[in-house]
């Protein structure tokens, strides 16, 4: 227990990633440490205007530099202090003996991980891909032996995010896996469904990328930026939303995750469907699972992370 509780104190220690000159810094404010592999770190970011919660997952030997592993979640969190992969996702007991940091966003659910335009009355300043792709990789890759190979994994809101963010942000994540996601911004539909989706809490859409007719809604389109992609290993995943292996009945809310889970499932289907379409066209190769019954929930969540991990692995040379 000795070197657990030196590592805690260590971790306590506030320390800033380097950056160029006169641009304000993101630093490690505290660190909790749940665990010895587990830690909850708050970052004092700039973008967000506030100290943020990231939680990070450490390889069991720490012997050398490694590859880090970002996973976002989807609209909804289970809990408001962790993230759904830690909570839901099986991610703490599936990296447990994988070679690799893990970085969990807290908080980011329904904000499609994005920079909004303006602050929200509901939701606050919400500039997570600045977080994501310039604040934390630096940062986090310097306190946590990260060797600056990155992936990123999402679902759901958070699968458009990860395809959206590695498109975005040059050659920072070398591979993605995105599960269950819709990926249209700026035709009439894909803008109505995010759109009712951000308004669901009292949000105002506006906020995030402006009015109907603002640039920034095409600029966030997958589909539209795919060429972005060429060079990186992608995984992709969707199922019909037919009920299959994990509906049974000692399935909670079994009726809601059939019917609800069902057709927002077929949806991601449909969507991923276009995309595969469009990557295709580009002649860029992917791997897919279109599973033939599955719905929109956690268990086949899981399952996917094992089934993607080796397309990730393999780019990150795990």
């Known amino acids: 227990m000795r070197w657990f509780v030196l590592l805690a104190v260590l971790l306590a220690v506030s320390v800033t990633a380097p950056r160029a000159a006169g641009e304000e ?7 909790v440490a ?27 030997q720490n ?25 839901q996702g099986g991610a703490v007991d599936f990296f447990a003996d994988k070679d690799v940091n893990v ?13 909004w335009q303006r602050d929200d009355p509901v939701r606050g300043r919400q500039r997570w891909e600045t977080l994501l792709t310039r604040e934390l990789p630096p940062l986090l890759d310097a306190r946590f032996r990260g060797d600056g190979r990155n992936a990123v994994v999402g679902v759901s809101m958070g699968a458009q995010a990860a395809v959206m963010l590695a498109e975005r942000s040059g050659g920072l994540f070398r591979a993605v896996a995105a599960l269950s996601g819709c990926y249209e911004t700026s035709d009439a539909v894909g803008q109505a469904e995010l759109r009712y989706i ?16 603002d640039p920034d809604w095409a600029a966030h389109d997958v589909p539209a930026h795919a060429a ?11 199922a019909t939303g037919f009920p299959g292996i994990h509906e049974n009945l000692g399935t909670p809310d079994l009726p809601d995750v059939i019917i609800e889970g069902g ?18 066209d580009l002649g860029i190769a992917a791997t897919y699972d279109f599973a033939p019954a599955g719905t929109h929930s956690w268990p086949y969540w899981r399952d996917q992370l094992a089934a993607g991990w080796p397309v990730l692995a393999d780019a990150l040379g795990r």
């Open 25 to 31: 810094t993101a630093s490690i404010d505290h660190v």
């Open 34 to 60: 749940v665990t010895d592999r587990w830690l909850q770190v708050f970052v004092d970011s700039p973008a967000m205007g506030r100290i943020v919660q990231v939680d990070v997952l450490l390889p069991q």
């Open 63 to 87: 012997r050398r530099a490694r590859p880090t592993v970002y996973m976002l979640e989807g609209i909804d969190s289970a809990r408001p202090d962790q993230n759904d992969w830690t909570a």
């Open 103 to 115: 970085v969990l966003p807290v908080g980011g659910a329904g904000s499609y991980y994005t920079d």
């Open 198 to 213: 951000i308004s669901t809490d009292g949000s105002d859409p506006d906020d995030m990328w402006g009015a109907i007719a």
């Open 228 to 238: 972005e992609l060429a060079g990186k290993s992608l995984y992709f995943y969707a």
């Open 263 to 280: 057709a927002i499932e077929s949806g991601a289907r449909l969507c991923t469907g276009v995309l595969q379409q469009r990557l295709q």
